[in-house]
T-cell receptor, first 114, second 114 residues
């Protein structure tokens, strides 16, 4: 499709497990963003890539969270030793330029940590 | 840190009436503001944007007003329809050290009564 694609759409895991969430941005978009959204809250910034490099990872909550974008397209958000507090919807967005103009969001990956 | 707040968490309007959703922000350096609509189970969808050198911008049935003096942003929806029922977020662009990201408010839920 032409939109931002995120997989899996739902992930249930146990506390302490490792999780990977994938984002496939719109073709040609150079900027890619990860946000986290808890129930009843607005999206919270995690990390932003311009091309292959992380231009700003100031929103990652701790060193259990890591994201990569090795070829400047698909990105993977990795969460180690998951905790119940990590449960949220993880949203990915992309934009044509890296100036945070109009962001195109995927439908998110809902993570539940039991 | 930056904060973007909302005056009302839930707004209920009669179908056909006009809706006004308000947003307050604190960062006077922000140069770009966006309204997003989020339906249940979906990612945020761009509605309309406005730059800081403007005080009003109109789209199809929507108008955004920006008052930089009091740091206030509003979204007006004309002739509200059932399909407008969703959560609406204001967001502002935060620029620091060549990093561009959008900071979101906590959202207002719009309920349209038939």
């Amino acid at each position: 499709g032409a939109g931002v694609s995120q997989t899996p759409s739902n992930k249930v895991t146990e506390k302490g497990k490792y999780v990977e969430l994938r984002c496939d941005p719109i073709s040609g978009h150079t900027a890619l963003y990860w946000y986290r959204q808890s129930l009843g809250q607005g999206p919270e910034f995690l990390i932003y890539f311009q091309g292959t490099g992380a231009a700003d990872d100031s929103g990652l909550p701790n060193d259990r969270f890591f994201a990569v974008r090795p070829e400047g397209s698909v990105s993977t958000l990795k969460i180690q030793r998951t905790e119940r507090g990590d449960s949220a919807v993880y949203l990915c967005a992309s934009s044509f330029e890296g100036t945070a103009g109009e962001l195109f969001f995927g439908e998110g990956s809902r993570l539940t940590v039991l | 840190g930056e904060s973007v707040g909302l005056h009302l968490p839930t707004l209920s309007v009669q179908e056909g009436d006009n809706s006004i959703i308000n947003c307050a922000y604190s960062n006077s350096a922000s140069d770009y503001f966006i309204w997003y609509k989020q339906e249940s189970g979906k990612g945020p969808q761009f509605i309309i944007d406005i730059r800081s050198n403007m005080d009003k911008r109109q789209g199809q049935r929507v108008t955004v007003l920006l008052n930089k003096t009091v740091k206030h942003l509003s979204l007006q929806i004309a002739a509200t329809q059932p399909g407008d029922s969703a959560v609406y977020f204001c967001a502002l662009r935060w620029v620091m050290d060549s990093s561009y990201k959008l900071i979101f408010g906590s959202g207002t839920r719009l309920l349209v009564r038939p």
